[in-house]
Structures are given as structure tokens and as C-alpha cells.
């Protein structure tokens, strides 16, 4: 049985390879979407922003911001700033696109914030670059926070002491608290390499998306067979139609594996993308393989002809793909739960637990429920196709 | 010559009702759009904020108060999250774009003038970064009372929870610093996108995604066409060639202007979608019909079987589809991006669509364009023909 079944599948694996759908479906298109996605999201190191600089104050707080915090950010690699004189150049090099943002500490700005009268940073942002927008309007709310924090330390102290305080006092206790260490601080809870970063998950999410299209064409090729009659020329043979079916399942069960391993090691060296270990990607592979063809050898069955085939699995494939989250994470609301009921979604999940794990056992959840999803389905795949070919 | 218009039109409606008699394509062009356009505008609808996940004792005024006032920040939305691991996995899934872990003992630690630390957790991308700076600044805030107080205290030798209140008072009469924002050149996108339905965004670059993908589909039926021989007996017939191909033609125009149809008049009627200048529109719809009509013609003379071209369609139907704005707004597009967005009938279409939409454009804002897409219908329906009569008199 098993030698047939061995025919079979190496007789449909050359037939695939010469037809080259497969190989879009399987390598070209996930990889070229997984690329383009990833050009269209910045990670953490590519991101820059171009920003400039406009000193109209000239005093010491303005200093503050320019020479202390954009400088300090600069060093970081964080922001690539350029100073202007004037506003004018500063707004027509945001116009133009030439930098994305400008910060402007009007004249005045030292001696308002000193005396406590409020002040002004303004921002420019070119709109059509957002995140760029959103950080440089943080960076500046971050000194106004600061600002605010030393002035409130000095009128504190002012209002307490009823009037005790001296002039230079009062300075002396502004310094400190320039200097004093925040009372509440923020500390990163969770490494950047204890996650999927984005290209990493759209390489995954676009493999597993695919390969339930890959995994088709084991289940279209046996309704192919049965069209053009071949598969009665086999079943005239001394082979039982389990043989052929296990032959086909064969056949889809390799091209899913060799496919998502081609592509987690392509989208590994050629995008910089990483599913993380090894061992706990390879069993999530196998899982995934599994559900997909357990999923789709049911779809396939309420399927007359190859091309209806084709097409009740593609409608499948895309809305079990869109609900796990696929193109873009899914929220964490009541449409985060929808990413349960699809086998992406389990699939995504275990390659987030195994990155933010030690051990590759993180994956044995969502391994189970990619498992559970294949047999459920299939069971009643096979039972169907068996009624049917009989 | 209306012996030819008629026989173009039979034709083409033998291509329409092949097409729909196959009954996934009605899936496709019936449910799907609507399906994602509702997706998406559930999603993104919601003012395009970030998901920040909070843990935060209930009983705790202080953490409420710090999740309330990162709930107001611009551009995020809280969600409260029971426990730590929850949190953890919802970030590291990406579910979530950041989350925030406020300690027991909050409320106590700013009366006492403790330090005390609140956790982060963002997602390893830039979005995150932004994030962080947000909550930074919010806590700092928050935090600054009792910064102010224990240094009072210092110079003053009071203790710091007399003081507390003293500083909250004294910062209710503070001016402060302000930081104001202007939008220099480019899109007004904050304003624009404000003013959109929840449904729009996703409506408007939704309809060329699926007129394109639907007119790729529809290349199958094309290829068929030759495959059968149907072509071949058409031509033993005194039908003359150009007038074959037009009706192969229509037959593609046809389904990607029923599409184009259908998405329009259902969001506007069950959505409230505005489609902006019923004539810009129009226009706008036809030339990218037109299109996607030249690029399915191609993709079904120059592909042999079926499945490869379904393949090839659906892989450069999402490909474009992204690269031209239709499932991220071009205005997030990075610099570089967007010279290669320009290279898409997509990104010319959103753009129109953009002006036409948000702007109350009217045909004569978008002159240049329309006059590419019609640049990119010549062309593609030119190479189609040339490719096409030799696949079928060789």
C-alpha cells in the first residue's frame, strides 16, 4: 500500500513542479507580500526621524531642548537633526519633505518658562509621514513635562515656605530638582527579542496563509484525476482507493512542509525575519501542515471538480486567514477572539508564546489546537470523499 | 457596424454569465468586499488609536487615575487587562501595540514620596516607540506632585504627604508649558481622517482591491475560453477578430464595473459611505475598470492553464493592492514607498479617490490622475490585444 501510495506522490510532486502555480503559491507570492509589507512598516532600528531645529530664544531653557534633549537623541541615533534659523526655512524644508518635523522654541521662551508665565514649543509635522509626526510631538511633550515638573518643584517650595525662600534659595532647589531622580518611572518589562517583530510575524502569517493554498493542490489533483478519468484507470489497478487518497495527502503533506520551511528560512536570510527555536518552529510546521490539510481535505469533499475545489478553498482559506490575524494583528477586544476559531490564528499565537519563552514547549498549546482542527476536520473529509468515490 | 455592437455585446454577456454561473465567484464578488470593508472599518473605525493594555489594581485611585489619563493621551485607547500573563501574551501575540503594569501600592507610594517603578511592554517596533515616550510623559506628569513635595519638604522640613495636596493646588493655578502642533504641507490627515465615516476609509480602497482581483479572476474564464476552443469556433464564424476581442474585453469590463457597482451602491446605501462628485466618481470607476479589463486580458493571453493564472491573479492582486495604498493609507507610506506606489493603477486611483472624497474634488482636481489611469488602460488593453490575437490565430 505504502509503495503505490509512494508513487502517487512522487508522480503528483513532478506534476506540480512542472506546473508553476504552485511554486507562486507556495514560495513567490508569500515572499514578495511578506516584503512589501515589511517595507511599508518601520522596525525599531530603521526608524529615524529627520527633524529640524528653530532656536528663536536663544537662552538657557531653550539650550535645554536643543543642546540637551534633541542632542542626546541624535547620539542615540534616534533623530537625525538639522537647525535653522528662521521658521520659514525650517516650514519649507517640511513641506518639501526634505525633514519630517521641525521643533520651534519661540523668542521669549527662557524667560516666560523661568518666570512661570506657561510658553510655547511648537511643532511643525509633515502629515503625510505620521509616526514621525507622533515622536516628534512626544519628544517635545517629554521637555514640557520636565519643564513643568521643576517649575512646579520651585512654586511648591515657594508656597510652602510662605515667603522664607530667597531668590538664589529657590534657584538651588530648582537645580536639585533638575537633577532629582523621578519618583515614578517606567521600566521595559518584556526584551524586543522576546517577540515576533513585525517582519517576522507578516513572514509567518503570510506562509500559513498560503500554505492552505499549497496544500490544495493535493485535494484538487485527486478531482482532477477523477475528471479526466485517470482515477479509474488507477482504482482498475490492484490499489485500494485509500491508497490513492493517502498517496495525495502525501503528496500536500510534503509541499506544506517544504514550503513553510522554505520560507521560514528565506524570510530568515533574505529579510532579516526570525520564528524563533528551531525545534518549536518545526512542530508548529507540522501542526500547521496538518490542520491545513485536514481543513481543506473537508472543504475539498463538498467539491464536484477541481476548479469548484479550488475556489470553496480559496473562500476558506481566506476567511479563516483574515480572522487569525493574517495581515495584521487582530485587536485585543471581542474580534481578538475570532483569531481562536482559525487555525492562523493558533498558529501565529504559538510562534508569539514560543519567541517569549525559554523553551520550545511553549508551542504545545496552540500545537494541540492545530492538531485538534486537522483531525476534526478530516474525519469526516475522508468519510465524505470515501461516499463519494464509491 | 451595429451588426458588430451587437455581436461585441452577446459576447460580453456570454463572458458576465459565465462568470456568475460559477457560484464561489459570487462569494467573491457578492460577500467578501462587504465582508472586509466592515472588518476593517470595525477595526480601524474606532479613531485609529493603539491598543494599550493597563493592569491596575481597581481599588487604587492613583493607578485609575493613571490609566484614565493614558486613556485621554492622543491616539490611544486603553484596554484593562486582568493579570500580568494575560498582558505579556497579548503584547507578544502583537494583539495588543504596548501595555503598562501598574504595582500594587501606587496610591501609597506617591503619598510617601516612595520611588516606584511601572512596567512597559511594547512590541518591537516603532509604533511602540512612540508609545513609550506617551506614557513616559503621562507619568511623569502624574508623578510630578510628588517630586515637587518631597523636594518642599526638603527645603521647608514639612512632611511630604502635607505638602502633597499643597502641590496639586499650586499646579491647578500653573500656566505651564504648552506644545502645539501644526500641520506643515502635505495631507491634513488627522483632520481628514476625523471627518471620515467610520466606514470610508476602508470602503473607498477597498473598491479597487477587489475591482482589480475580480477582473484577475475573471482572466480564468478568458483562458477557458481559448482552452475549449470557443475562441477558435468563433473565429470559423465571419466574426471578424477586433470585434472577438472586444466582446472578450467587455465581458471583463463588464464584471469589474458590476463589482465596482455593487461595492458603491450597497456601502452608500448600508453604510453611509460618501463616493463624493457622482461625476468624478464615475469617471474615476470606468478608467480603472478599464484597467483592470487591459491587465485581466493580459494575465489570460499570456498564462496557459487556469490555475496558474488564478495564481498569478490573486498574488498581483494583493501585491499592487498593498504597494498602491488599498490596504494601508499611502499617508503612512515611508518616502521610498511611495515612488514605488506610483508604479500601481492603485495608488493613482486612491489618490483620486482621496481628493474626490475628503476634499469634495470634482473631476477637474484630478486631471492628472485620471489621465494616467487612462495612460496605464491604453497601454495594458494594447498589449492585451497584440498578445491575445497572436495566442489565438497562431
Not at chain 2, 480564468?220 to 475562441?231: D, K, Y
Request: proline share 3%; net charge negative.
Amino acid at each position: 500500500m505504502l509503495r503505490a501510495a509512494t508513487v502517487i506522490l512522487r508522480k503528483d510532486l513532478r506534476l506540480r513542479l512542472r506546473d508553476r502555480s504552485v511554486l507562486l503559491f507556495a514560495f513567490v507570492i508569500p515572499l514578495a507580500l511578506t516584503f512589501v509589507f515589511s517595507q511599508l512598516f518601520p522596525t525599531q532600528e530603521d526608524f529615524e526621524l529627520t527633524a529640524g531645529v528653530v532656536d528663536l530664544d536663544g537662552d538657557d531653557v531653550a539650550a535645554g531642548f536643543t543642546q540637551g534633549v534633541v542632542a542626546a537623541l541624535v547620539d542615540d541615533g534616534l533623530v537625525d537633526a538639522t537647525t535653522f534659523e528662521d521658521e520659514a526655512g525650517a516650514r519649507a524644508a517640511v513641506e518639501d519633505g526634505d525633514i519630517a518635523a521641525a521643533w520651534i522654541l519661540p523668542a521669549g521662551f527662557s524667560a516666560d518658562v523661568s518666570a512661570g508665565d506657561g510658553g510655547e514649543i511648537r511643532v511643525l509635522v509633515n502629515p503625510d509621514r505620521a509616526l514621525s509626526a507622533e515622536v516628534a510631538r512626544g519628544i517635545a511633550d517629554g521637555y514640557r513635562a520636565e519643564l513643568d515638573r521643576i517649575s512646579l518643584v520651585v512654586a511648591t517650595s515657594a508656597t510652602a515656605a510662605q515667603g522664607a525662600l530667597s531668590g538664589s534659595q529657590l534657584e538651588e532647589i530648582a537645580e536639585l530638582a533638575v537633577a532629582q531622580a523621578p519618583a515614578v518611572s517606567t521600566t521595559e518589562l518584556i526584551a524586543p527579542d522576546q517577540q515576533l517583530d513585525p517582519t517576522s510575524y507578516l513572514a509567518a502569517g503570510m506562509a500559513v496563509f498560503f500554505l492552505f493554498f499549497t496544500v490544495t493542490f493535493g485535494i484538487t489533483g485527486f478531482l482532477e484525476e477523477r475528471q479526466q478519468g485517470t482515477l479509474q484507470r488507477l482504482l482498475a489497478a490492484p490499489i485500494g482507493i485509500g491508497t490513492v487518497h493517502l498517496g495525495k495527502a502525501m503528496g500536500a503533506f510534503v509541499l506544506g512542509i517544504v514550503s513553510m520551511t522554505v520560507l521560514a528560512i528565506a524570510s530568515a536570510t533574505m529579510l532579516d525575519a526570525s520564528w524563533g527555536d528551531p525545534v518549536g518552529v518545526a512542530v508548529l510546521i507540522v501542526a500547521g501542515v496538518i490542520s491545513a490539510l485536514g481543513v481543506m481535505a473537508f472543504v475539498g469533499s463538498f467539491a464536484r471538480t477541481a476548479e469548484q475545489a479550488g475556489n470553496l478553498q480559496s473562500i476558506v482559506a481566506l476567511v479563516f486567514g483574515l480572522a487569525g490575524g493574517v495581515f495584521f494583528p487582530i485587536g485585543a477586544g471581542t474580534l481578538g477572539q475570532l483569531a481562536l476559531v482559525s487555525p492562523h490564528g493558533w498558529f501565529l499565537r504559538g510562534l508569539g508564546d514560543l519567541v517569549g519563552s525559554d523553551s520550545w514547549t511553549a508551542v504545545l498549546p496552540a500545537t494541540a489546537a492545530l492538531v485538534a482542527f486537522g483531525v476534526v476536520f478530516a474525519v469526516p473529509g475522508a468519510l465524505r470523499m470515501r461516499r463519494e468515490t464509491a | 457596424m451595429m451588426g458588430a455592437l451587437r455581436t461585441v455585446v452577446q459576447i460580453s454577456r456570454v463572458e458576465l454569465l459565465r462568470f456568475l454561473r460559477e457560484r464561489s465567484n459570487v462569494f467573491f464578488v457578492f460577500v467578501l468586499p462587504l465582508a472586509l470593508v466592515v472588518f476593517i472599518g470595525l477595526q480601524f473605525g474606532g479613531g485609529m488609536g493603539t491598543q494599550l493594555g493597563a493592569v491596575a489594581a481597581d481599588d487604587d485611585a492613583a493607578a485609575s487615575e493613571l490609566v484614565d489619563r493614558l486613556d485621554t493621551a492622543e491616539g490611544i485607547e486603553v484596554v484593562p487587562i486582568d493579570d500580568e500573563d494575560e498582558l505579556r501574551s497579548l503584547v507578544s501575540r502583537g494583539n495588543l501595540s504596548g501595555g503598562v503594569l501598574i504595582p500594587d501600592g501606587y496610591e501609597d507610594a506617591l503619598r510617601s514620596g516612595a520611588t516606584f517603578e511601572i512596567g512597559f511592554l511594547g512590541r518591537p517596533d516603532a509604533t511602540a516607540q512612540s508609545l513609550r515616550t506617551v506614557v513616559d510623559a503621562v507619568v511623569a506628569d502624574q508623578a510630578a506632585i510628588t517630586g515637587a513635595a518631597s523636594l518642599a519638604a526638603d527645603a521647608t522640613d514639612q512632611s511630604v504627604a502635607d505638602l502633597i495636596d499643597l502641590a496639586a493646588q499650586v499646579r491647578e493655578g500653573m500656566p505651564g508649558v504648552t506644545v502645539s502642533t501644526e500641520a506643515v504641507g502635505g495631507d491634513e490627515l488627522a483632520q481628514e481622517f476625523s471627518a471620515l465615516g467610520q466606514f470610508d476609509l476602508g470602503a473607498s480602497s477597498q473598491l479597487f482591491l477587489f475591482v482589480f482581483l475580480t477582473s484577475l479572476a475573471s482572466s480564468a474564464a478568458l483562458i477557458q475560453t481559448r482552452q475549449f476552443g470557443v475562441a477558435t469556433r468563433m473565429l470559423s464564424t465571419p466574426t471578424r477578430l477586433p470585434v472577438i476581442l472586444a466582446g472578450l474585453a467587455g465581458g471583463r469590463f463588464v464584471v469589474a464595473l458590476f463589482q465596482a457597482l455593487y461595492i458603491i451602491v450597497v456601502t452608500a446605501l448600508g453604510f453611509g459611505v460618501d463616493w463624493g462628485d457622482p461625476l468624478a466618481t464615475s469617471v474615476l470607476v470606468l478608467l480603472f475598470c478599464l484597467v483592470s479589463t487591459g491587465a485581466a486580458m493580459v494575465l489570460g493571453s499570456v498564462f496557459r492553464n487556469d490555475s496558474q493564472a488564478s495564481g498569478a491573479g490573486v498574488g498581483l492582486g494583493l501585491v499592487l493592492a498593498v504597494l498602491g495604498g488599498s490596504m494601508i493609507p499611502l499617508e503612512l507610506f515611508p518616502a521610498g514607498m511611495l515612488v514605488v506606489a506610483r508604479f500601481t493603477p492603485h495608488a493613482w486611483a486612491n489618490t483620486a479617490m482621496a481628493e474626490i472624497v475628503r476634499r469634495d474634488g470634482g473631476i477637474a482636481d484630478v486631471v492628472m490622475e485620471l489621465t494616467v489611469l487612462a495612460g496605464f488602460a491604453v497601454v495594458l488593453l494594447g498589449v492585451a490585444t497584440f498578445l491575445l490575437r497572436r495566442a489565438l490565430t497562431r
